[in-house]
């Protein structure tokens, strides 16, 4: 006898389905994909099977057939909030953030009180920078549920906009909730420490590591609090623990700065043999300071030669005569609530705090969008340069940070390094005129700073004399500084980061 074709609307029988379920249920994510694989073939109309396959791909970091079997529960049942919730998640983790942001928006639709959605959508559009429209989202979901971790969010995105005032209460209120919040007390002693308030800044990062010993962050923070006060020793066995972003830089810097060379050789020489890219800016400036002070080769080939990749121009909305858009962003300085940040080396003058090119003025990210295409010119001006500098130039053009800085008569910035950048620069929107000395307000760029400690004096440097409307870009390498002023003048520029490829975004998830 013939078998009869199973129905396209057949469900399979309780039987069947326990397995799945219990291997679902117990956790045991890999058998019961494999399990729920061979019903969904014979019963392709059964919504649970999806569901559990989306749900097991996802803990078992499948997210591409995560998306794939989510997408295939909506169709039987598109009315699912949770699957398009978790949908969203899964798009995010395939770098698929327009879908993700409209699968958030459907799961709100189906359910206005979901706060887990509305709070998830606040990290993706922070993650893009869209920190107003981030920041409605987190304010949506503590209206609904308050809780530490939408707290602490909306203290990140804070902290972005340059609102330390604002950032500090959600971090004190997440705190508040929840006592035991190591990252928001990390995150707190971070914004204490933008405004100059190194005493409770060292007291929250001391909770943290009473909290956690071991605390990435915290460790890091300790680390360069612990270098600034010179205690270079202390710092490193700060740094080793944290093994964070640019840890084995900042611990090899202290060696240097402790006159330890033997060690500092030995270690840089194993970075050199062991590390497949030379792509670390600030070991590129520790090496190359090493070599110029003991007359030894550079061996660490991220930009050797980094005054050859000193790059200026003009950008032309600024230069041209009576620049609408340079008043719109001087009268946006002028008139935006935005903190100013602590900052030890700016003399006679002030610094913003938070990202500038993420905050809503049209102006500040116009100016954004040009500094990119000015990155695009810079990469095609020296493409084909036989260093990481070139070789390994990020594809994704983002700001790891950008400020403004503010100088007035006798100001300047003093010489240093932009530790986390690749390419960093400046956009220039005035500029002293009456000047005793040409130089005056000058940026001048070179191989020594920071008080390194030096065998001689032959370090040399490099001059570069900007207009109004100019930007100069260059290798975060390179050490750097503003030549102090003596008119009764303003000196006002934007200055910025480019992000190396992998920095970390730092939020909670729901």
């Not at 649970?48 to 295939?72: E, P, R």
């Amino acid at each position: 006898m013939a078998k009869q074709p199973q129905s396209f609307d057949q469900q399979p029988s309780q039987l069947e389905m326990q397995p799945v379920l219990q291997w679902f249920n117990s956790g045991k994510l890999a058998e019961a994909e494999h399990a729920a694989q061979k019903l969904v073939s014979r019963y392709p109309n059964t919504f649970i099977l999806y569901q559990i396959l989306g749900i097991a791909q996802d803990g078992l970091s499948k997210f591409d057939a995560a998306v794939a079997s989510y997408t295939k529960a909506l169709a039987l049942q598109p009315n699912t909030p949770d699957l398009h919730f978790n949908l969203g998640i899964a798009l995010t983790n395939i770098g698929q953030l327009e879908q993700a942001a409209n699968s958030y928006h459907k799961a709100i639709a189906l359910n206005p009180k979901f706060f887990e959605a509305y709070a998830n959508l606040g990290t993706l559009l922070q993650k893009q920078g869209m920190l107003e429209e981030a920041i409605k989202n987190y304010r949506a979901a503590l209206s609904i549920h308050a809780d530490p971790r939408g707290h602490f969010n909306l203290g990140t995105a804070l902290r972005d906009e340059g609102k330390l005032d604002a950032a500090i209460t959600h971090f004190k209120s997440a705190i508040a909730m929840f006592p035991n919040y190591a990252d928001a007390h990390n995150y707190l002693g971070e914004c204490l420490r933008d405004q100059g308030n190194m005493e409770d800044a060292i007291k929250s990062y001391l909770d943290t590591l009473k909290l956690n010993p071991n605390h990435a962050g915290a460790n890091y923070n300790m680390g360069e609090f612990l270098y600034l006060a010179g205690r270079f020793d202390e710092a490193v066995t700060h740094f080793e623990r944290s093994k964070l972003d640019d840890w084995e830089e900042r611990a090899l810097y202290c060696t240097y700065k402790a006159e330890h060379f033997d060690t500092f050789k030995t270690k840089l020489d194993e970075i050199v043999r062991t590390h497949k890219k030379h792509d670390a800016p600030f070991l590129a400036t520790l090496s190359t300071h090493y070599a110029t002070n003991f007359g030894v080769e550079d061996t660490y080939n991220f930009c050797k030669n980094g005054f050859d990749f000193v790059y200026q121009h003009s950008i032309r909305e600024l230069a041209e005569p009576n620049s609408q858009f340079l008043q719109d962003l001087l009268n946006d300085i002028d008139n935006t609530a935005i903190e100013v940040r602590a900052q030890g080396m700016i003399i006679n003058g002030k610094q913003s705090a938070g990202n500038l090119f993420k905050r809503p003025e049209a102006s500040f990210r116009k100016l954004g969008e040009l500094v990119k295409q000015e990155f695009i010119n810079y990469k095609n001006r020296f493409a084909g340069a036989d260093c990481e500098l070139m070789k390994s130039f990020p594809q994704e053009l983002e700001f790891t940070s950008s400020w403004y800085v503010r100088l007035r008569r006798g100001g300047f910035v003093d010489r240093h390094i932009h530790e986390v950048g690749w390419i960093s620069g400046a956009v220039y929107l005035v500029l002293p005129k009456d000047k005793q000395d040409p130089l005056e307000g000058c940026f001048e760029y070179g191989l020594h700073g920071d008080n390194y400690p030096q065998k001689h004096n032959n370090f040399p440097v490099g001059i570069a004399t900007p207009s109004v409307g100019d930007i100069v870009l260059f290798p975060s390498s390179l050490f750097h500084r503003t030549i102090p002023f003596n008119s009764n003048e303003e000196r006002i520029c934007i200055a910025f980061d480019l992000k190396p490829e992998g920095d970390i975004f730092r939020h909670s998830n729901y």
